[in-house]
């Protein structure tokens, strides 16, 4: 009987088939396609089967002579969504998909799978899913893509598209596409576009967006094909976001040793007179520290303080401190975002050895008027940001100054009257977005001091920047900047005695800098950035000329000119999920140019003006000496745990400006020395190593990380050395090696009533002057503590809300005392008693230790009012600690005596008020 029906069914499909191939004539001419099937039944005897839904209206035309049915239909339905499929004497007509009599072998073993992705090419065919199950959730609207072919197929299929608005059909742009339970996602470009790689089969897709509708559709794909979205506006009420970026970045990131501030939260924090102080606040976090109280520049991991690069909207600050470094030339409230690399350095930097502080202004509010200010006890600072094109463009103004001048002037002490100490600074900045792919933004910035010390002379110096930044987004993957940047600082003295001896003197430096920057994103793995700049130096190392009827003479050191130039690139490299490296190479050089005078000095002897044998004169523009090497950059991450990884990284450096002073903290007085014939760059290495933590939703964040840093070609200076006006400056000049190491710990609470930090670091920094001659060798051409090695830095800072108004902050600092020079004996001559020093820097001040504490009141909370308002109470200092600035001795009278200088030896209580509209 089997057999039987086994003949039967083979009798049937072969007449089946035979009718398939019988030749058919057909001549039609727009016709619906619904006739021609219908004429199709009239000429076999077939029967087509349908939904008519599924058929298209647009008409259709044909001639067809002597053609077998199979090859008839194949030809009608090939631009359509339709395939057939012949069962007995019936055509059934199916949408999309193709019908099979029969299931593949593991068909039921793997009802669960629906795609099975495999790392070759392979077919998808069939493709079979799960029916459309009914639950009480909305359902999925069903959308078919392609037509089902039984030729192979590919692993991906690509589905493209555009998101627009359904009020107004306006674009969409950066919304987010993704397919349920899988890792596939992008986002539309600015015009609204975007692109899905998908397997074949059912894909729920689904929009994700602020502003607009979430939507959903079930994705039936078979081929390559287009879909789009018309999203409806969607406004939801919501109770309190936090919207955090990066907040695990601290682990994530590739580079180590890298710390942000977050400018809004540092107003809590106790500093003295009430100054937000972004600069003030960077001292507080590991590796980084400052050479005493009220001392302008930092030192970062054991570097000297002209070893830090100080960029303002990428332009070169060279003083950014007021009053000797009591507060800073930075507005707090014109900065957008601050970025300090103490470790990794990206290949983009260049040009010192320790660190590099990025500072970026925040751009203008281009939809309406705001505004922020404060008026402290000493100073006063507004920011106004203006909307000039509505939605596109906005200038940002700045203002800050002091009026302690008038305070002075109040005082009754008759002895004040007549001093002079005054700063103000001002930023402008003004942003323009042409159109979605370029950005403008246009800053410029001028600082003023004056001071007196003395009633005979005033002091000034300034910094003024002019900086562009041209962005353009060529598409997702690639984005270019031009960047032009031009820096000046002067510095002048007043002198007006009561003999023939008055005389104005200063210097100055000016850098100018281009730079282009570009970021490419091969793909998921590979990151790349890539450039190009360069720099001009023109240095005035000093002049003075008399003032009135002086007997003074006038004198001009003669200008200094350098050229350094630069190529660089780096990647960002996703080994594995794991495994994160980020490799640069820069590639910097420098010319020192004429007009120049090179002096050649007589070999075996050491450098002294009576040891010069011949000059060499340079024209201008003329090349005296260059210098150049390859700087690298290695940094990489490799994740433990999700929340735990280890970094590790090299960085090589070159330095081709030096400072001048013979100070142990940077001083408005320092002079710059480009690299010449006779002083070389400076050189470092660095590496490091370190552990990043992140615990309970990166709630806490703690960092242990340990540094060695080698320095070559570092300066330091005779005994005595006379830097100022100096045509021969080179003979004052040691250059040795330096050496740093230690290491840093971070605990950091970001969430929560408790919030701040606490960091710690040990650090060492040494130097070796081991020069040829005797008067270049320093403590017998041994390594020294140099002037900023302060082996123990601890700070904690703190602040705890009590309510969403009310809160309580606090600073506490310790650090060990800097070295120093003592006198170990005396002798007499002539009946006056001298002192006989140390070795260099054998010695320590008292250890440094402070507190301060502050009451913030924030004002009421209601949205509809003139300002936001925010007090601050604070007192530095609480504990009166008389911390020792300097420790100096002097012979008086024919005795020494020692002296001990402080800036603040008592509490300083202080009350700002700041508003925000």
Not at 499 to 513: P, V
Not at 626 to 653: C, F, H, W
Request: with cysteine; hydrophobic share 35%.
């Amino acid at each position: 009987m089997r057999n039987w029906f086994t003949c039967l069914f083979f009798l049937i499909v072969f007449t089946v088939d035979a009718q398939n191939q019988e030749k058919i004539d057909l001549q039609f001419s727009n016709l619906p396609l619904k006739e021609v099937l219908l004429q199709i039944e009239t000429k076999t005897n077939f029967k087509f089967y349908y939904n008519e839904a599924w058929l298209p209206q647009q008409p259709v035309s044909g001639n067809y002579r002597n053609i077998s049915l199979e090859e008839l239909l194949k030809d009608l339905l090939d631009n359509t969504l339709l395939n057939f499929h012949f069962l007995n004497e019936r055509i059934i007509l199916t949408q999309s998909s193709v019908l099979y009599e029969e299931l593949p072998d593991n068909f039921f073993g793997n009802r669960d799978v629906q795609v099975v992705e495999q790392e070759q090419e392979e077919t998808y065919n069939p493709v079979f899913f799960e029916g459309i199950k009914k639950t009480s959730e909305t359902p999925l609207e069903t959308v078919n893509i392609g037509r089902a072919e039984r030729s192979a197929g590919k692993k991906r299929l690509s589905l493209t598209g555009r998101v627009t608005s359904a009020e107004d059909g306006q674009p969409i742009p950066n919304l987010a596409i993704s397919v349920r339970n899988s890792e596939i996602g992008t986002v539309t470009d600015e015009n609204g576009y975007y692109k899905l790689r998908l397997p074949p089969g059912v894909n729920i897709v689904e929009t994700r967006s602020l502003g607009n509708e979430d939507l959903a559709k079930r994705v039936v794909i078979y081929n390559d094909g287009e879909l789009d979205f018309s999203l409806k506006e969607d406004f939801q009420q919501l109770g309190e976001v936090l919207l955090e970026s990066n907040p695990d970045s601290n682990v994530s990131d590739a580079g180590g040793g890298k710390e942000e501030i977050n400018v809004e939260e540092i107003k809590n924090i106790p500093l003295v007179l009430g100054e937000r102080d972004i600069l003030k606040v960077s001292a507080t976090l590991p590796g980084i520290s400052s050479a005493g109280e009220g001392a302008a520049g930092f030192n970062v991991r054991g570097g000297r303080a002209d070893q830090n690069l100080i960029l303002l909207d990428n332009a070169v600050i060279y003083n950014p401190a007021h009053f000797f470094g009591i507060f800073s030339a930075l507005n707090p409230f014109t900065t957008g975002a601050v970025d300090i690399y103490k470790g990794h350095m990206p290949a983009h930097f260049g040009g010192r050895l320790s660190s590099v502080f990025d500072i970026r202004t925040k751009d203008a509010n281009v939809d309406e008027f705001a505004g922020e200010g404060a008026i402290g006890p000493v100073t006063g600072n507004l920011t106004l940001e203006v909307p000039v094109v509505e939605g596109k463009s906005g200038v940002l103004v700045g203002f800050r100054s002091t009026y302690s001048d008038w305070i002075l002037r109040s005082l009754d002490e008759e002895s004040l009257k007549d001093n002079e100490a005054s700063f103000y600074d001002v930023v402008a900045k003004y942003n323009h977005k042409f159109g979605d792919d370029t950005d403008l933004d246009l800053m410029g910035y001028y600082s003023n001091d004056k001071f007196n010390i003395t009633p005979d002379s005033l002091y000034g110096y300034s910094n003024r920047l002019l900086s562009l930044d041209l962005v353009h987004r060529f598409n997702n993957r690639h984005q270019g900047n031009l960047q032009v940047t031009n820096s000046d600082y002067t510095f002048n003295i007043d002198y007006a005695g009561e003999f023939t001896n008055d005389f104005r003197s200063g210097y100055g430096i000016n850098e100018t800098g281009i730079k282009t920057h570009f970021k490419y994103k091969l793909n998921d793995r590979h990151r790349w950035d890539y450039g190009v700049s360069g720099k001009l130096y023109l240095v005035n190392p000093g002049e003075i000329e008399p003032r009135g009827e002086s007997a003074i003479e006038p004198r001009e050191v003669a200008q200094e000119k350098g050229l350094e130039a630069a190529v660089f690139i780096g990647d960002d490299y996703e080994v594995t999920k794991k495994l994160l490296l980020s490799a640069g190479l820069r590639f910097s050089m420098f010319a020192a140019l004429g007009e120049g005078v090179e002096r050649i000095y007589q070999e075996g002897a050491p450098r002294r003006e009576s040891s010069v044998i011949d000059r060499v004169d340079y024209e201008n523009n003329e090349v005296i000496e260059t210098y150049g090497g390859p700087e690298i950059r290695v940094s990489g991450r490799y994740l433990l745990q999700e929340d735990l990884s280890v970094k590790a990284s090299y960085n090589s450096t070159y330095q081709y400006i030096h400072t001048l002073s013979t100070n142990t903290t940077a001083s408005p007085t320092d002079t710059y020395k480009l690299s010449d014939a006779i002083i070389k760059p400076q050189r470092a290495n660095q590496y490091s190593l370190g552990l990043y933590k992140n615990f309970f939703n990166n709630m806490y964040e703690v960092s242990v990380e340990g540094y060695y840093k080698k320095s070559n070609d570092i300066l330091d200076y005779k005994v005595g050395a006379q830097l100022f006006l100096n045509e021969t400056i080179e003979t004052e000049i040691l250059q040795g090696e330096g050496e740093s190491y230690g290491g840093e710990f971070l605990l950091k609470k970001t969430k929560g009533d408790l919030n701040g930090w606490l960091s710690y670091s040990y650090s060492r920094s040494f130097v070796k002057l081991a020069g040829e001659f005797k008067e270049e060798i320093v403590n017998g051409g041994d390594y020294f503590p140099s002037n900023f090695d302060k082996p123990h830095d601890f700070s904690l800072v703190a602040n705890y809300k009590f309510t969403k108004r009310f809160s309580l902050s606090a600073n506490f600092v310790y650090q060990t005392g800097r070295p120093i020079t003592y006198p170990v004996g005396k002798y007499t001559y002539n009946g006056a008693e001298y002192v006989m020093y140390s070795d260099r820097n054998e010695f320590r001040i008292p250890d440094y230790y402070r507190l301060d504490l502050s009451l913030n009141i924030e004002g009421n909370h209601k949205i509809e009012k003139l300002a936001h308002s925010f007090w601050n109470i604070s007192i530095y200092n609480v504990l009166g600690r008389n911390n020792p600035y300097s420790v100096f001795f002097v012979t008086e009278n024919e005795k020494v005596k020692a002296y001990k200088t402080s800036i603040f030896a008592i509490p300083v209580p202080t009350i700002t008020y700041n508003f925000k509209f």
